[in-house]
């Protein structure tokens, strides 16, 4: 139930295979079936960061099972990613990590 949403103030196209590949991302990152992960992209919204509309981004990964120990790394295969993929600068983002409990995420008329 991997859930990724991104906002950013710049244009992110998603019809050249990026959201796939932050769906892909994400799975491995996590070491979770892609099959469960969701990706939004929210997009050219009026942000600003730090007093500057430069490219921005900002994120919530929401996960069961969640572990503290884990949030670093995830924080810089996100950032790297949404460098590589849309020039946002690592320093330009925020990211909030959530691990709710599980009978908080339901899915397929149950809860997990």
Request: charged residues 20%.
């Amino acid at each position: 139930m991997p859930y990724l949403s991104i906002t950013s103030n710049q244009p992110l196209d998603t019809k050249s295979g990026q959201l796939e590949t932050l769906s892909r991302m994400l799975a491995e990152a996590l070491g979770k079936p892609e099959s469960y992960v969701m990706v939004e992209l929210q997009h050219n919204p009026d942000m600003l960061f730090a007093g500057s509309n430069d490219p921005l981004a900002y994120c919530q990964l929401k996960s069961l099972g969640l572990q503290e120990t884990r949030t670093a790394a995830l924080s810089e295969t996100i950032c790297n990613s949404l460098h590589e993929l849309y020039a946002i600068e690592p320093s330009r983002i925020y990211i909030e990590f959530a691990a709710p409990a599980r009978p908080m995420w339901g899915w397929d008329k149950k809860t997990f």
